[in-house]
Nanobody, 127 residues
Framework: QVQLVESGGGLVQAGGSLRLSCAAS????????MAWFRQAPGKERDFVAA????????YYADSMKGRFTISRDNDKNTVYLQMNSLKPDDTAVYYC????????????????????WGQGTQVTVSS
């Protein structure tokens, strides 16, 4: 089992950057695939990015490619989301998620593929 705690959210102007962190507690963090999702008010929770247990494979939603970067430090039990060129549409609560092993095929993009979730961190981008 793993517990996830997100941090790093806040208020930023359009065009700015933020780096989110997700600290994991529990055993064998390096056996878990990790992901970020986000949920804007009144909308579904959407996939943002994911990373394999080794860090060798990464996956992004199309609208985030080139702006967001997911990474992990298995020594620190932490996964990161570097967000650049932020837009007001990026305003949402950002959630960290984990699953033991790896989602199969296209499941990387599905919230149902992840078993463990953090409480979320608010990101607000002003215009």
């Amino acid at each position: 089992q793993v517990q996830l705690v997100e941090s790093g959210g806040g208020l930023v102007q359009a065009g700015g950057s933020l780096r989110l962190s997700c600290a994991a507690s529990g055993r064998a963090f390096n056996n878990y695939a990790m992901a970020w999702f986000r949920q804007a008010p009144g909308k579904e929770r959407d996939f943002v990015a994911a990373i394999s247990w080794s860090g060798r494979n990464t996956y992004y939603a199309d609208s985030m490619k080139g702006r967001f970067t997911i990474s992990r430090d298995n020594d620190k039990n932490t996964v990161y989301l570097q967000m650049n060129s932020l837009k007001p549409d990026d305003t949402a609560v950002y959630y960290c998620a984990a699953v033991y092993g790896s989602p199969s095929g296209s499941s990387w993009y599905l919230k149902g593929a992840y078993r463990y979730w953090g409480q979320g961190t608010q990101v607000t981008v002003s215009s």
